[in-house]
Nanobody, 127 residues
Framework: QVQLVESGGGSVQAGGTLRLSCVVS????????MGWFRQAPGKERAVVAV???????VVIDSVKGRFTISRDNAKKTLYLQMNSLKPDDTDMYYC?????????????????????WGQGTQVSVSS
């Protein structure tokens, strides 16, 4: 089993910065593919960024140049550095993990490819 615990959300003004963290606890499965998703009330959950089993990061176009996904394998922690935040970035952010994936720098796995999920951390950006 895999447990994911997110932290780092909060309320900031537009243009501000936040760094989300996701600590991974692995008991019987090892995960090497990880991602961040976000969801607003009444909307579908959508991918933000993925780092694959080759450590290749991919982010969606709307956050390119502002968000960076990375991980520290020694600390078993996934990060999402969010700069130049906009009100449209206001959402619940979820960490997700899978045993393996390969993006080749462009192909983001669908949500159904991730069997493990955290509880989420809220990000609110005011104008």
């Amino acid at each position: 089993q895999v447990q994911l615990v997110e932290s780092g959300g909060g309320s900031v003004q537009a243009g501000g910065t936040l760094r989300l963290s996701c600590v991974v606890s692995e008991y019987r499965a090892s995960v090497t593919c990880m991602g961040w998703f976000r969801q607003a009330p009444g909307k579908e959950r959508a991918v933000v960024a993925v780092i694959d089993s080759d450590d290749t990061p991919v982010v969606i176009d709307s956050v390119k140049g502002r968000f960076t996904i990375s991980r520290d394998n020694a600390k078993k922690t996934l990060y999402l550095q969010m700069n130049s935040l906009k009100p449209d970035d206001t959402d619940m952010y979820y960490c997700a993990a899978a045993v393996w994936c390969r993006t080749l720098g462009t192909n983001i796995p669908p949500q159904r490819a991730f069997p493990y999920w955290g509880q989420g951390t809220q990000v609110s950006v005011s104008s």
